[in-house]
């Protein structure tokens, strides 16, 4: 079972539904059918500590069928070298529901269509373990001085 992670607001109108399991994203104070961005734990993408100070590491594990729907190639658009230009195919991120988009700029990330989402069998939804956040920002467990936990 692969684990996957993504930077969430701390203030996110969303906290309740992801403690109870449910991968909803408001934007505007709308529910959204725009993509929920998550990476992988062998992703590149390393945004720097900064980030940390108004958002939180959520990890997430899904069922094999949900693993496979997000990393399987069939399943994936891509945005091609610029992400908001958009590629060929691309028509921005609430346009894929059925898809999960991937940025060829930041190898490992995944965002994941709103349909998508909604048949995913979610086994693990809360914050990440300090382990995890230290090695998903490339830093070293000293740096890390704070607590990741639900806001």
């Known amino acids: 079972m692969a684990a996957f992670f993504s930077w969430r607001d701390k203030t996110s109108p969303d906290i309740d539904k992801w403690k109870a ?11 959204s059918n725009k993509a929920f961005w998550v990476f992988s734990a062998a992703s590149a993408y390393k945004p720097g500590k900064n980030i940390a100070g108004d958002r939180f590491l959520l990890k997430m594990e899904f069922d094999e069928a949900g693993t496979q729907a997000i990393l399987l190639p ?23 529901p059925r898809q999960v988009i991937v940025k060829n700029n930041e190898v490992g990330a995944y965002g994941i269509g709103a349909m998508i989402r909604s048949l995913l069998i979610i086994q693990t939804l809360a914050p990440a373990s300090k382990a995890e956040v230290v090695a998903a920002l490339g830093i070293s467990s000293v740096e890390m001085n704070w607590t990741n936990k639900w806001p």
Do not use: P, Q, S
């Open 21 to 31: 399991r449910n991968l909803a994203y408001t934007f505007n104070g709308v529910a």
């Open 74 to 96: 069939d399943n994936h658009i891509y945005t091609e070298d610029n992400f908001n230009a958009g590629g060929a195919r691309f028509l921005g991120e609430a346009k894929h």
